[in-house]
């Protein structure tokens, strides 16, 4: 992990400022106080609202250098004192901007809070979950599905480094990034922006992207807070589609959803963003016990939370659990929603002025999320800065970024099949390159690339390149394509037939359109079945064919993949995505990815990696088409010497877990070692494996290395009968590759 921690340094910040025993900086507490007992409850409220930019923006405003309409935007802030804006302009088409306009119109904003009675900064945010979504031609990454697929800690770490570096050059303040939900349910139009289906993976990334983002100050000049979301059990719908029920129970709320919330808090994420769906029949903006007595009272928080989009009107609109839009505002404030996305109006600032002057909403609450949200504003140096504090250039878009992107996306491209050596190809050998996926940067993208929906080819970026043109570029044999007009499958098949029948090998790119959210629901994991047909086809040629895959969820590609001489999945892996996966199919990169999910077999095959014993008493239950962790390389990578430094210790200590990973191929590459745990008897049943460390090292041929990995006591913990997280005395198995061994754990 690359946060250096410098001793000098941070006795330095020991001795200037005062921290309390929940962490908070007394000289920014004694601040937040001195303006709360200025502002009036009208700029209490103004500071608890959000709204769209599109609010003040006039109609069309992302086609025009300033999108302003002045007397909408002096009314948001000046006469509503709003504390917060989002979005590009203009909803509903925002689309990316020039970074100039961006940095100019957060200037006009900043001037205007400068304009008001006490000069509040305005918090303006953004969904750069891969990179500065919003700002033409910034870097963006794999999505996080992709940075989970690396095991690679360092590059989320530099991941946040540059996201939050290229946030601010645009002069924007706030991340809604990263989403800290568990990726458990592959249908969720969302799972792509999650690190995944293991909790211990999803925290590890996590922590590295908000420790990249933030460095040790949030308010240095190139770093951003970020907002982890969605709290809580979002990303679990039972019937798959987005913003629908998920039926959580305690338990497993505390084992699988919870723990990467509670370690984005401990990695010093200031914001949280709330489940726009419910659990268990509460709606998350009405959930007291997860936004208060759980968020607040055990995981200690002490940021601010913001609502998700219009979810709070929603508790009336579309849950019906609020009589009115006022007992919505109602309720959730007083569940402990701080910040309302409203966003389209001053509804919940007009409704929480009543509210507190009936008596209905508590001034002391509004003091409270008041406190947390100018808390942060100062944790993050808005108030001293006036202007985008660092220059575009050197900070955007930089080849070094570029660099390590692409590093990025080639770690993030998982190689399932390769039949007989198949890959790598020469760079002499003639090509069909086919398929639904193989010319469009946008399958490769996702949502919430220079557009929501990431679906706007015509906005990308001319100078990156489709698999389609990387291949081109890569090699000196023929290469044709035979593509379709857009996405939608429309490719000729008998065209595309008759010109495998010329060609050495055919690359077929299948996959999935763009999309996010609710857009992206689908009612089969099943692929279009003229996918099918077109694989199928091809296949009948008898001409070797490499199965390409791009898209944000594992579709089923079980009957086609058997067929395939090599398969490379590559999920999202964004911009540099055509180029890397270029790199692995010619084998100019070993590939190094492993799945961050289990890939499943049948559309009603979802198992994860970590299930109960139960699950696999019939051994055919786990039978994932991939299972989690898989992912092959050019050279052979071999674990062994697996041992413990004890094998007795008491309830509470750590254990030290040893193995040599030999490089035992003819070339270069990468791996990730995964050591695995299971408690063999305890008194809730225990996943039969879970991951509980990890590494990627970096071996040249017939190169070992020793790991050493420190399993805390928190690794060997679970939620017992009472809720409660404990350990129990007893064994537990350490499993790394082949091997496994043993130790006890005793009663103190
Ligand atoms: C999404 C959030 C996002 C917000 C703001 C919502 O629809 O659920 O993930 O941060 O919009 O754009």
New binding site residues.
């Given amino acids: 992990m690359k946060s250096k921690i410098y001793l000098p340094f941070l006795f330095s910040i020991f001795l200037a400022s005062k921290v309390d025993a929940q962490g908070l900086d007394q000289a920014i507490e004694e601040k937040v106080q001195t303006l709360l007992d200025q502002m009036t409850l009208e700029e209490k409220v103004g500071q608890m609202t959000q709204i769209d930019v599109g609010v003040v923006t006039v109609m069309d405003g992302q086609d025009v250098p300033q999108p302003f309409d002045m007397e909408r935007l002096s009314d948001a802030i000046i006469n509503h004192h709003i504390g917060s804006i ?2 590009a302009p203009s909803t509903p088409n925002n689309q990316a901007q020039p970074i100039e306009k961006w940095r100019s119109m957060t200037q006009t904003i900043r001037t205007m809070a400068q304009q008001t009675r006490l000069k509040i900064p305005v918090i303006y ?3 750069a ?1 891969h990179g500065a979504t919003y700002t033409q031609n910034s870097t963006l990454f794999p999505q996080a599905i992709n940075m989970a697929a690396t095991f690679n800690r360092d590059l989320s770490f530099k991941e946040g480094e540059i996201a939050s570096r290229e946030v601010k050059a645009s002069g924007i303040d706030w991340n ?2 990263p ?1 800290m939900d568990i990726g458990r349910q592959p249908l969720w139009p ?1 799972l792509w ?1 999650t690190y995944g289906e293991d909790v211990y993976l999803a925290s590890s990334l996590g922590r590295a992207f908000i420790e990249g983002h933030q460095g040790d100050n949030m308010s240095a000049a190139d770093k951003a807070p970020t ?1 982890l ?2 709290y809580v059990g979002y990303s679990f719908p039972l019937n798959g589609k987005d ?1 629908t029920p998920a039926w959580i129970g305690e338990r497993m709320l505390r084992e699988y959803f919870l723990p990467s919330f509670e370690e984005g808090i401990k990695a010093g994420a200031p914001t949280i ?1 709330v489940n ?1 769906a419910e659990v268990d029949g509460i709606p998350g903006h009405a959930n007291y016990q997860y936004l208060t007595t759980i968020l607040r009272g055990e995981l200690g928080f002490t940021g601010f939370t913001v609502s ?2 219009e979810d709070i009107i929603r508790l009336y609109s579309r849950d019906k659990i609020a009589a009115s839009p006022r007992e919505a505002v109602k309720m959730a404030v007083l569940a402990g929603v701080d910040m309302s ?1 409203v ?1 389209f109006n001053f509804s919940f600032y007009d409704l929480l002025l009543e509210l507190v002057h009936s008596g209905d909403v508590p001034v002391s609450r509004i003091d409270e999320a008041v406190t947390r949200i100018l808390r942060v504003k100062y944790q993050t140096g808005l108030f001293e800065r006036n202007e985008p504090e660092i220059l575009v250039s050197g900070n955007f878009a930089t080849k070094e970024a570029e660099a390590i992107n692409r590093q990025a996306a080639q770690e993030s491209i998982v190689l399932v099949r390769n039949e007989k050596q198949f890959l790598p190809l020469s760079k002499k050998t003639s090509i069909l390159v086919t398929g639904p996926t193989a010319n469009l940067l946008s399958v490769m993208n996702g949502g919430w690339t220079l557009t ?1 929906q990431g679906d706007n080819e015509s906005l990308y970026p001319k100078d990156k390149l489709t698999l389609l043109k990387a291949i081109e570029q890569k090699t000196s044999g023929k290469v044709t394509y035979v593509g379709g007009k857009n996405y939608q499958d429309e490719i000729n098949i008998e065209q595309a037939v008759n010109e495998a029948r010329q060609h050495d090998v055919v690359v077929l790119a299948l996959g999935e359109k763009t999309y ?2 609710t857009i992206g629901n689908i009612d089969t994991l099943n692929l279009p079945f003229v996918q099918i047909q077109l694989a199928k086809a091809l296949f009948a040629t008898g001409k070797p064919v490499v199965l390409v895959t791009f898209g944000g969820r594992p579709r089923i590609i079980t009957e086609i993949a058997k067929q395939a001489n090599a398969v490379v999945l590559g999920f999202l892996p964004g911009m540099e995505g055509g180029v890397a996966m270029a790199d692995i199919l010619f084998g100019d990169v070993n590939p190094s990815g492993k799945l961050p999910i289990s890939y499943p077999r049948n559309t009603n095959d979802i198992v994860h990696y970590d299930h109960k014993p139960m699950e696999t008493f019939d051994p055919n239950q786990y039978n994932p088409l991939y299972p989690f962790g898989y992912g092959l390389s050019y050279s052979q990578f071999e674990t062994s010497g697996l041992r413990l430094d004890k094998t007795q210790i008491n309830i509470g200590d750590n254990i030290e877990v040893s193995v040599e990973v030999k490089n035992s191929g003819k070339i270069t590459g990468k791996e990730a070692v995964l050591v695995y745990l299971n408690d063999v008897v305890a008194s809730v049943t225990r996943p039969t494996k879970q991951l509980k460390a990890f590494a990627k090292v970096d071996l040249k041929s017939n190169e070992t290395q020793t790991l050493h990995f420190d399993l805390s006591s928190e690794a060997m913990s679970f939620i017992g009968v009472d809720m409660k997280r404990r350990i129990e005395a007893g064994e537990f198995k350490v499993m790394v590759g082949s091997e496994s061994v043993n130790f006890n754990v005793n009663e103190k």
């Fill in positions: 989002l979005n945010g953004i969904d979950i809604f990034s989403v969302r922006e907002c979301k969605h913003r963003m726009s998700d989009w996305m966003p929501w996010t959210e």
